[in-house]
Nanobody
Framework: QVQLVESGGGLVQAGGSLRLSCAAS????????MGWFRQAPGKEREFVAA????????YTSDSVKGRFTISRDNAKNTVYLQMNSLKPEDTAVYSC???????????????WGQGTQVTVSS
């Protein structure tokens, strides 16, 4: 069982940056791939980024490519999402998830955090 808690969300102006953290507790964090997803009001959950258990492989969605970076520190049981050049359309609740494989499909992840709100003003 893994428990996930996100932090680092908030209100930022367009063009600004935020770094989200996802702290894990419980057993086996370093054996799980991790993903970040987001959901805006009235929209479906959207894949943002994923990283392998070792951190050697990572990828992001086309909508955030070149602006967002996912990373992890297994010694600290934490995964990060560095978000630069934020746009109003990035406004959403961002959630981290843990699963056996890095994947864009949220149904393949076992554990989820409660989410953190990111609001980008224009």
């Amino acid at each position: 069982q893994v428990q996930l808690v996100e932090s680092g969300g908030g209100l930022v102006q367009a063009g600004g940056s935020l770094r989200l953290s996802c702290a894990a507790s419980g057993r086996g964090f370093s054996s799980y791939a991790m993903g970040w997803f987001r959901q805006a009001p009235g929209k479906e959950r959207e894949f943002v980024a994923a990283i392998s258990w070792s951190g050697s492989s990572a990828y992001t969605s086309d909508s955030v490519k070149g602006r967002f970076t996912i990373s992890r520190d297994n010694a600290k049981n934490t995964v990060y999402l560095q978000m630069n050049s934020l746009k109003p359309e990035d406004t959403a609740v961002y959630s981290c998830a843990a699963g056996p494989l890095q994947h864009t499909n949220p149904s393949l992840y076992y554990y989820w955090g409660q989410g953190t709100q990111v609001t980008v003003s224009s």
